[in-house]
C-alpha cells in the first residue's frame, strides 16, 4: 500500500481522491433513494433537501 | 410562529404563499396536487417572522387520499411538527358555498383562523356581493378580501397575523348529537375532550400519527360499536351544508344569476371534444418548436464556453491526470449539465403558463376523456401528466387512486411519459440526425420529432395501460372530480419562481449524478490493464509508416486505441455483441448502461467518452459524435436508423434507479419494480431492433 502510495505524484492522487469521492457520493445517494423515506435524484424538483437533511442528522 | 395555509385545489392558496414567501422557500415531499411540502419564511414586523406552512389542496378534512390526509393529520395532531399556531383558510370567494365547508372544519378545530377570500376580482365581474363585515362578526373571526395575484390584501393580511388571533368561541358542527357513545369512546381512548378532533380520528381510516395503544384502542371501537365512517362522514357533510346555507343566505347576495362569463365562453372551445384536441396540439407544437428555436444559441454559446475552457486547461496547466481530468472528464460532464439549462427553463416556463392561466386543468379533462377507454382511472391523468416533468411526484401523486389494482396500472406506465431527463438525450440525437430543415417554411423539423417523442411517450403508456387492465382484470369505479378554474392571467412572478426551482433542481440534483459518472468514466477510460494498453500502442506505432498519417491523425488514432484498451473499453466491448443488432457500437453501449443510473447522464458519459477518446478538445460533444465514423461501413456512426433506434430505446427502457426505488416503496416489495424494469426494457430492446431493422 505505502508503495504504491510512493510511486504516486500529486496529480494521481488527486485523481484517486476525486474517484472515492465520485464513488461514495453515487452510493450515498442510492442508498437514500432505496431507504424508507427516500429521495429523488431526478431534475424534476421535487427533491426534498429537508428529508436528506433528516436522514443525515441520523 | 407557525401559521398554515389550508384550501381547496386552486383557489390560489400558492400563489399567497409566494407573496408572503418570495424566495424564503424551501420544498419538501408532500404528495399530492402540488405534490410538494413547501415551507417558507415571511416577516410580518420588524424582528418578527413567522414560519408559512403551504398544506396541499383539500375540500374536506375527512380525508380519501394520503395528501388529504396530511392536512387533517398535521391540523389534529398538537404533537406534529407542522401543528400551526394559526390557520390562514384561503378560499375562492365566487365559490363560497363549496369553501366553507373546509373552514367550518378547520374552524371546529378550535385553532385560531383567519378567512381569506381569494380571487375578490371574479366577484365584482359576476356581480356577487359578500358582507365580509357581517360574516366576520358572525364567526367572530377576522375574513379578509385578497386578491393574491396581483397583491391585494396581503398587507392587511400581515397585520392580522400580527395580532394575538383568538381561538374559535363555539362549535358549529356538533358531533356528539350524533353518535356520543363514539365520540365519549374515542375521547377515552385519546385521552382527549376534544369531540371534533376526535369524531375525525375515529371515523377515518388512514391516521398515521396514533401511537400503536391508540391505533388498537380505535380499531377495538370501532368494531364494538360497528362503526360505519362513511355514513358519519355524509351526516356531518350534510349538517354542515345546511348551516353552510344559512350562511350564505345571510351574508352573500348574487345580483346577476344567468352571468356567463369569459371562462366558461372560453371553456365551450378549449373543453370542445374535437377544437379542444386541436387547440392542445397546436400549443404543444409551438413549445416544441420553441425548445428547439429558442434554446439553439444560448445553448451553442454554453457549449462553446466549456469546449474552450477545456482547449484552455490543455493548454495552461501543468500536463499529467488533473489537466485531463478537468479537461476531459469534469468539464465536458459539467458542460453536458448545463446545456440544458435553456431548453429546461423554456419547457418549464410554458408549462408553468398553462398552469397558471388555469388551461391546464381543460388538458386534464380533454385527457380524461381521451384516456377511458384504455383502461386508465380519471384519477390517474394528474399522475400521468405530471410525469412530463419526472416520474418519480407522478408515481407518488398515484396515491389519490383508491383502487389498489388502478393505482398499480398507473405506476406501471406513468415512467413511459416523456421525463424531463430524456429531454437532453432526444435533443441531442435529434440535431444529429434529423436535417436542420423547415416545413411548410416555418415549422423546424426538428421541433415536430420531438414533439412525435412526446406523443409516442404518451402513447405507449396508453397501450401498456390496456394491456395491464386486461391482465390485472382491474374494475373500473374510478371517476375523476374536476374544478375548472376560471382563467387568469398569468403571474410572472410564479412562472419565474417555477422555472428558477426546476432549473436549480436540474443543475444541483442530477449534475452532482452526472459529474460523479462523468469521473469514474474518465477513469475508466483512461486507464486499462497496463500490458494491454502498451501492446496496443506498441503495435500501433510499429505500423505507423505504413498508415502514413499526418501527426495528428496519428496522436487522434492512437487516442482512439488507448481508449479501447481501457477499463471501460474492455468493457464496452464485452457487451457490444448483445447491442449490435440495434445498431449500436460500444461506446454508445457504455453510456446506455450508465444512463441505467438516470437517463440524462448520456451525454456527459458521451463527451467523457469522445473526449478521451480524441485529440481535439475544443470539439463539443455533438461535434465529436458528428464526426464519430463506423469503421465498417465508413459512413458517419449516428446514421437516421441508429438515431431513430436510440430514440426509441430512451423512449421506452426503465433507465432511472430513482423512479424504480420509488415504486419499490410505493408497492412495498421488489416483485412490481422487477416487473416494470424487465417489461420496459424488453420492449425497448424490441422495439429499436424493429427499427433499426425497418430504417437501416
Not at chain 2, 408559512?52 to 396530511?70: F, K
Not at chain 2, 423539423?445 to 411517450?457: I, K, P, R, S, T
Not at chain 2, 419562481?497 to 469521473?519: D, L, P, W
Request: contains cysteine; aromatic residues 10%; glycine residues 6%.
Amino acid at each position: 500500500m505505502m508503495s504504491i502510495l510512493g510511486n504516486m505524484n500529486w496529480q494521481d492522487l488527486v485523481v484517486v481522491i476525486a474517484l472515492l469521492a465520485s464513488l461514495t457520493y453515487l452510493f450515498r445517494r442510492f442508498r437514500i433513494s432505496f431507504s424508507k423515506e427516500g429521495d429523488c435524484s431526478a431534475g424534476c424538483g421535487c427533491a426534498s433537501s429537508e428529508i436528506k437533511k433528516n436522514l443525515e442528522k441520523r | 410562529m407557525k401559521i398554515a395555509l389550508v384550501g381547496n385545489p386552486n383557489t390560489g392558496k400558492t400563489s399567497l404563499f409566494n407573496k408572503l414567501t418570495g424566495l424564503n422557500q424551501k420544498v419538501g415531499n408532500y404528495p399530492g396536487i402540488t405534490v410538494d411540502k413547501k415551507t417558507g419564511t415571511c416577516k410580518i414586523e420588524p424582528g418578527q417572522k413567522a414560519q408559512i406552512i403551504d398544506l396541499p389542496g383539500t375540500y374536506s378534512l375527512n380525508a380519501n387520499s394520503r395528501d388529504e390526509e396530511i392536512v387533517a393529520e398535521v391540523l389534529t395532531s398538537p404533537g406534529h411538527e407542522d401543528y400551526p399556531d394559526a390557520v390562514v383558510v384561503v378560499a375562492d370567494a365566487s365559490n363560497l358555498r363549496r369553501n366553507l365547508l373546509l373552514f367550518t372544519q378547520v374552524y371546529d378545530l378550535g385553532i385560531p383562523v383567519v378567512l381569506a377570500l381569494n380571487m375578490v376580482d371574479i366577484l365584482d365581474k359576476r356581480k356577487i356581493l359578500i358582507d365580509l363585515e357581517g360574516l366576520s362578526q358572525h364567526f367572530n373571526v377576522p375574513v379578509i378580501r385578497l386578491n393574491a395575484r396581483k397583491g391585494i390584501g396581503i398587507d392587511k393580511l400581515k397585520e392580522v397575523l400580527k395580532t394575538e388571533l383568538e381561538a374559535p368561541s363555539f362549535k358549529i358542527f356538533k358531533a356528539k348529537e350524533i353518535d356520543s357513545n363514539l365520540l365519549n369512546a374515542s375521547n377515552e381512548v385519546l385521552g382527549k375532550d376534544d369531540d371534533y378532533r376526535s369524531w375525525l380520528i375515529a371515523n377515518s381510516p388512514l391516521y398515521s400519527l396514533l401511537t400503536p395503544e391508540e391505533r388498537s384502542g380505535i380499531e377495538k371501537l370501532r368494531s364494538d360499536l360497528k362503526l360505519n365512517p362513511a355514513r358519519n362522514r355524509v351526516q356531518e357533510t350534510v349538517r354542515r351544508y345546511k348551516y353552510i346555507d344559512g350562511i350564505i343566505d345571510q351574508f352573500v347576495e348574487e345580483t346577476n344569476k344567468g352571468y356567463r362569463d369569459i371562462s366558461e365562453k372560453l371553456d365551450a372551445i378549449f373543453t370542445h371534444k374535437v377544437w379542444g384536441l386541436l387547440i392542445f396540439l397546436g400549443l404543444l407544437t409551438l413549445i416544441f418548436q420553441a425548445v428547439f428555436s429558442w434554446a439553439t444559441w444560448p445553448m451553442e454559446m454554453i457549449e462553446a464556453l466549456f469546449a474552450n475552457a477545456s482547449e484552455w486547461v490543455v493548454h495552461y496547466l501543468p500536463k499529467g491526470a488533473v489537466a485531463e481530468l478537468l479537461a476531459d472528464g469534469i468539464l465536458p460532464g459539467i458542460a453536458g449539465v448545463l446545456v440544458f439549462i435553456p431548453q429546461i427553463a423554456i419547457l418549464f416556463a410554458f408549462i408553468a403558463l398553462l398552469e397558471e392561466t388555469g388551461y391546464m386543468s381543460r388538458v386534464v379533462y380533454l385527457m380524461d376523456r381521451l384516456m377511458r377507454p384504455f383502461g386508465l382511472n380519471g384519477r390517474s391523468v394528474v399522475p400521468l401528466l405530471s410525469g412530463m416533468a419526472c416520474a418519480i411526484p407522478a408515481v407518488m401523486a398515484t396515491r389519490t387512486i383508491e383502487s389498489w389494482k388502478e393505482r398499480l396500472i398507473t405506476i406501471m406506465v406513468t415512467p413511459f411519459m416523456t421525463c424531463s431527463a430524456r429531454l437532453p438525450v432526444y435533443t441531442i440525437i435529434i440535431a444529429l440526425v434529423i436535417p436542420k430543415e423547415r416545413l411548410f417554411g416555418f415549422l423546424n423539423l426538428q421541433g415536430l420529432v420531438l414533439m412525435a417523442m412526446y406523443l409516442f411517450g404518451f402513447l405507449m403508456a396508453l397501450l401498456a395501460a390496456l394491456a395491464f387492465d386486461r391482465i390485472l382484470k382491474a374494475q373500473r369505479r374510478g371517476y375523476l372530480i374536476l374544478e375548472m378554474p376560471a382563467y387568469k392571467l398569468p403571474h410572472l412572478r410564479n412562472v419565474g419562481i417555477t422555472i428558477f426551482q426546476k432549473v436549480r433542481s436540474f443543475v444541483f440534483e442530477a449534475g452532482k449524478i452526472i459529474i460523479a459518472i462523468s469521473i469514474i468514466l474518465w477513469i475508466g477510460a483512461r486507464y486499462g490493464p497496463a500490458d494491454r494498453q502498451a501492446e496496443a500502442i506498441a503495435d500501433l506505432e510499429s505500423r505507423k509508416s505504413e498508415l502514413q498519417l499526418s501527426e495528428a491523425e496519428f496522436e487522434a488514432r492512437k487516442a482512439a486505441v488507448s481508449l479501447e484498451h481501457s477499463y471501460m473499453g474492455i468493457f464496452g466491448k464485452s457487451i457490444e455483441p448483445a447491442i449490435e443488432p440495434l445498431g449500436y457500437d460500444w461506446k454508445i453501449g457504455i453510456a446506455l448502461i450508465a444512463s441505467f443510473a438516470a437517463r440524462e447522464v448520456f451525454v456527459g458519459t458521451m463527451a467523457t467518452i469522445y473526449a478521451v477518446g480524441d485529440t481535439e478538445s475544443e470539439l463539443t460533444v455533438k461535434e465529436h459524435m458528428a464526426k464519430d465514423i463506423n469503421r465498417e461501413t465508413m459512413l458517419p456512426r449516428y446514421t437516421l436508423a441508429v438515431g431513430i433506434s436510440l430514440l426509441v430505446f430512451y423512449a421506452l427502457a426503465m433507465q432511472c434507479m430513482s423512479t424504480l426505488a420509488v415504486v419499490y416503496r410505493e408497492t412495498k416489495g421488489w416483485k412490481w419494480p422487477i416487473i416494470q424494469f424487465t417489461y420496459m426494457s424488453g420492449l425497448a430492446y424490441v422495439l429499436s431492433f424493429i427499427f433499426y431493422q425497418l430504417f437501416k
